[in-house]
T-cell receptor, first 113, second 111 residues
Framework: EAGVTQSPTHLIKTRGQQATLRCSPI?????VYWYQQALGLGLQFLLW???????NRGNFPPRFSGRQFPNYSSELNVNALELEDSALYLC????????????FGDGTRLSIL | QKEVEQNSGPLSVPEGAIASLNCTYS??????FFWYRQYSGKSPELIMF????GDKEDGRFTAQLNKASQYVSLLIRDSQPSDSATYLC???????????FGSGTRLLVRP
């Protein structure tokens, strides 16, 4: 069974640009979660999508947004990139249900120059 | 007070010993508890999850939960150098579906 897949592996952008990160969940999983892991700051919850809807978001500005497609894959968009957006962005998926374990993809490392 | 607290370590144990990793959480409404292992430069890998008070064993790993004390731990028996990694404690609440992560404990198993 394929795990959570994310693309691209690495992404280099400059300040002010826009970035799009992609995630495909494990087959059968309907919930997709996005986390940011910046150096020294630990994993921070960004967004949760389920059945195509945004269900919850963390304490991030509106320039962090995303969507979930009918096949449950998801995109994370970051507009007006800032230097502090440099981080590993992790996508996780789980079956529907709040107590289900979340399984992570390998992440996209976003570097802002 | 942080929502999920872990000692950053490093916790250093000799090969073959038991490693004990601890985590406390602040929200009494927390329903689900997870341990992830993260090697440097890699993504977190699910090791154990536990929902009820008591112990849950899986191979060399045992998760322990005490909701009254708001405490969850992970024991690794017969520690191996390959267990050297950062271990992340994560806590979930039924109402929000998101996981709150601790900052992780770095474990070093000495050959």
């Amino acid at each position: 069974e394929a795990g959570v897949t994310q693309s691209p592996t690495h992404l280099i952008k400059t300040r002010g640009q826009q970035a799009t990160l992609r995630c495909s969940p494990i087959s059968g999983h309907t919930s997709v979660y996005w986390y940011q892991q910046a150096l020294g700051l630990g994993l921070q919850f960004l967004l949760w999508y389920d059945e195509g809807e945004e269900r919850n978001r963390g304490n991030f500005p509106p320039r962090f947004s995303g969507r979930q497609f009918p096949n449950y894959s998801s995109e994370l968009n970051v507009n007006a990139l800032e230097l502090e957006d440099s981080a590993l962005y992790l996508c996780a998926s789980s079956p529907q249900g709040s107590l289900q374990p979340q399984h992570f993809g390998d992440g996209t490392r976003l570097s802002i120059l | 007070q942080k929502e999920v607290e872990q000692n950053s370590g490093p916790l250093s144990v000799p090969e073959g010993a038991i490693a004990s990793l601890n985590c406390t959480y602040s929200d009494r409404g927390s329903q689900s508890f997870f341990w992830y292992r993260q090697y440097s430069g890699k993504s977190p890998e699910l090791i154990m999850f536990i929902y009820s008070n008591g112990d849950k064993e899986d191979g060399r790993f045992t998760a322990q939960l005490n909701k009254a004390s708001q405490y969850v731990s992970l024991l690794i028996r017969d520690s191996q150098p390959s267990d050297s990694a950062t271990y992340l404690c994560a806590v979930g609440m039924d109402s929000s579906y998101k996981l709150i992560f601790g900052s992780g404990t770095r474990l070093l198993v000495r050959p």
